[in-house]
């Protein structure tokens, strides 16, 4: 009985993969494909992407990821239809139909990011599109939030193509990775930690080239040295064969201006080679490591309590927002603080802050305001006007210029044209870099974080995680990244449920 049980259940099963197979062949045959053609981006004297050719299937799940800057906002906005590329062309069917959904950023709506995102989303959806196109979706939701959207974008049947930095993201709904890097698109048909993990072995075997080159730069550097020391030393006796009256022969010289010339010639392919591994290896997915320097003359630690709140409520416009606030929290220790959007984490912090349009009551004890860092997705706190050097010396005004610019090698801003160009000018991950840049060179002993992941790449993440696991000072963080929460020590969770203040459950 139960084999014949076993039998039915895998005809069954059969007949349902079979369907669901007559099915997907169907609506690729309904549905034909869209072609990109020799597709250039570019700006000003900028290449972003370079005769990128694709074809796109129905039902394709796409992610594209890249540096921040690198053209991908531009590829989807050229699938939308609202600009045109510099050169090529989309090819499309005549039934597509577009929905999309730009990035969102902070313009003043009353309305959460995340109620926001929702209410963009809606408005695409309800066109039922059979391409969805979206622009960092996840910056601005809550864990629920993010979550029904993951949940959403599994079941939609339509080709999706979203740029992403959301690794929870890429692992769960993506299953073709577009990077764009360095005026080029790679396209990788597979899961995306198998990608990185193909990326791993890239980057050792790149690595591995480079440390062989520059083992045959010095070998050929030393045989240059040899081959300019023996035609030296030829010219020397010819000198004096010459004041003898016993000449050298012709074919010796040249020879030995031959033997000179291969040696600069091998140096030179040497290190022509070497910049291009160099280069393939800058293409690649991984960060480079960044090494962060605290200046800790500039910041007092030990196990002294520096935030205190009992009993604390905080709102606006006679608004109740936040209630029940109980925090205490040492000169060393990292909290985080989570919550559905809207639920007035930023509000708590704008309290601590001292903004003055936030109404508080009960005991507050923190800080003072010259104490206190604010780092939030925005980069407020840098002066658009200032160079990147004129920023670091406004805190640090005893510092020479070789110390400035070594404390920014620390944070990789080490380029003439980076450390002297107006803030405003910077792209994002130069920003953040930066950002971390000042609160190292002069940590305070309360540093606030709001979603400080918004809209910056993998790369800067990794550089953010770096800093924020060595930062010596206590920490408020106000994040809904899990990937990026876990990575992070921190020592207290707290939670806002429905305007109530509390320890979060583990």
Not at 36 to 46: A, C, H, M
Not at 185 to 208: A, D, W
Not at 355 to 364: N, Q, V
């Amino acid at each position: 009985m139960n084999s014949y049980v076993a039998v039915v259940r895998k005809i069954a099963i059969n007949l349902f993969l079979l369907l669901l197979s007559v099915e997907t062949f169907m609506q690729l045959i309904q549905h034909q494909a869209i072609y990109f053609s020799d597709l250039s981006i570019s700006y000003g004297q900028k290449q972003c992407i370079d005769d990128f050719n694709a074809t796109i299937y129905y039902g394709s799940r796409i992610g594209i990821i890249g540096r921040n800057g690198s053209g991908k906002t531009s590829l989807i906005k050229i699938l939308a239809g609202i600009i045109e590329p510099n050169d090529g062309k989309i090819i499309a069917p005549d039934d597509i139909n577009v929905g999309y959904v730009p990035q969102l950023i902070d313009d003043g709506d009353i309305l959460s990011g995340g109620q926001r995102f929702n209410k963009r989303l809606s408005e695409a959806l309800s066109l039922e599109p059979n391409v969805l196109l979206l622009d960092e979706p996840t910056n601005h939701l809550d864990v629920k939030n993010r979550k029904a959207l993951i949940s959403m974008l599994k079941r939609y049947s339509g080709t999706l193509i979203i740029v992403t930095h959301d690794r929870e993201l890429l692992r769960n709904v993506i299953d073709t990775i577009w990077h764009v890097a360095n005026g080029s698109v790679t396209i990788f048909n597979g899961r995306y930690e198998n990608y990185l993990e193909l990326q791993k072995h890239k980057e050792q075997s790149l690595e591995s080239r480079i440390r062989d080159l520059n083992y045959q730069k010095t070998q050929a550097h030393e045989t240059l040295m040899k081959e300019q020391h023996r035609a030296k030393n030829s010219k020397v006796r010819g000198e004096k064969h010459i004041k003898e009256r016993k000449w050298p022969t012709i074919g010796s010289a040249a020879k030995m201006s031959r033997s000179v010339t291969t040696a600069v010639d091998n140096k030179a392919r040497i290190l022509h080679n070497k910049q291009g591994v160099v280069e393939e290896l800058q293409s690649l997915y991984v960060h480079e490591v960044l090494i962060p320097k605290f200046n800790l003359d500039a910041v007092v630690l030990g196990d002294k309590t520096i935030v205190n709140i009992s009993d604390g409520s905080c709102g606006y416009n006679g608004l109740l927002i936040v209630s029940n606030i109980n925090i205490s929290l040492n000169s060393m220790e990292k909290m985080i603080i989570r919550g559905d959007n809207a639920s007035g984490k930023s509000t708590l912090l704008k309290a601590i802050l001292g903004d003055i349009i936030i109404s508080k009551s009960g005991e507050w004890c923190f800080p003072n305001i010259q104490d206190i860092g604010y780092l939030e997705q925005h980069y407020s706190q840098l002066d658009a006007n200032k160079t990147v050097v004129e920023i670091i010396y406004a805190v640090m005004p005893t510092w020479s210029h070789a110390e400035i610019r070594d404390h920014l090698n620390s944070f990789l801003l080490r380029k003439n044209e980076e450390v002297n160009l107006p803030t405003q000018y910077l792209s994002g991950g130069e920003k953040v870099r930066l950002s971390l840049a000042l609160i190292a060179a002069r940590p305070p002993k309360l540093l606030l974080l709001d979603e400080i992941t918004n809209n910056i790449d993998l790369e800067t993440k990794a550089h953010l995680i770096q800093v924020l696991r060595s930062y010596p000072g206590a920490f408020i963080l106000i994040c809904h990244d899990n990937d990026f929460i876990h990575q992070l020590a921190i020592d207290k969770y707290y939670q806002i449920n429905n305007g109530t203040f509390s320890i979060e459950s583990r």
